[in-house]
């Protein structure tokens, strides 16, 4: 571990790293083609909808909330946050063995497969961990539904000795 000042760690899904082929093939270069005709909302379209497998109903609600405009203006930064992922090193589980750092890993019930599967897997290399389904919800719970998002954490934060 680099640092021995973590007291506990709360993971939302966390992404596969180093798996180009989660992704469907040719979709960063879609995203490209729109980034560059300037279409940001088709490439948060796609995104949800290819990406996070939201439904049609979900990226609706998504655009009347106030936030969307600004979601909008930082769609950019979808293509390379996604690249970085898939670019970086394969998750080795045996790296974490010896991380003790209490850890709350939560995902959503109706999320994609891949976020189930991804936290599932680093749960199962962190020997201090624990997963809270999150039930009737996907990867937009934060928004969606906050106070069911943030109960989980807040009773995990509070029981969680310090170290």
């Keep these: 571990m680099l640092t021995d000042h973590i007291d506990n760690l709360v993971l939302f899904e966390p992404p596969q790293t180093g798996?180009?082929?989660?992704?469907?093939?040719?979709?960063?270069?879609?995203?490209?083609?729109?980034?560059?005709?300037?279409?940001?909302?088709?490439?948060?379209?796609?995104f949800f909808r290819k990406g996070l497998g939201l439904?049609?109903?979900?990226?609706?609600?998504?655009?009347?909330?106030?936030s969307w405009s600004d979601t909008v203006a930082l769609a950019h930064t979808v293509l390379r946050e996604i690249k970085a992922i898939i670019t970086q090193p394969r998750f080795d589980p045996a790296r974490f063995k010896k991380f003790n750092v209490p850890t709350l890993l939560l995902v959503g019930s109706e999320s994609e497969p891949l976020a189930v599967t991804a936290t599932k897997e680093i749960q199962s290399a962190l020997p201090n961990s624990q997963i809270v389904e999150l039930p009737g919800q996907g990867h937009i719970i934060n928004s969606e539904n906050p106070d069911l998002f943030t109960k989980p954490v807040i009773t995990f934060l509070q029981e969680s000795p310090q170290q």
């Design 19 to 46: 798996n180009p082929e989660i992704l469907p093939p040719g979709l960063i270069t879609e995203w490209e083609r729109l980034l560059i005709e300037g279409d940001r909302e088709g490439l948060l379209s796609i």
């Design 55 to 66: 439904s049609e109903k979900e990226l609706a609600d998504l655009r009347t909330k106030p």
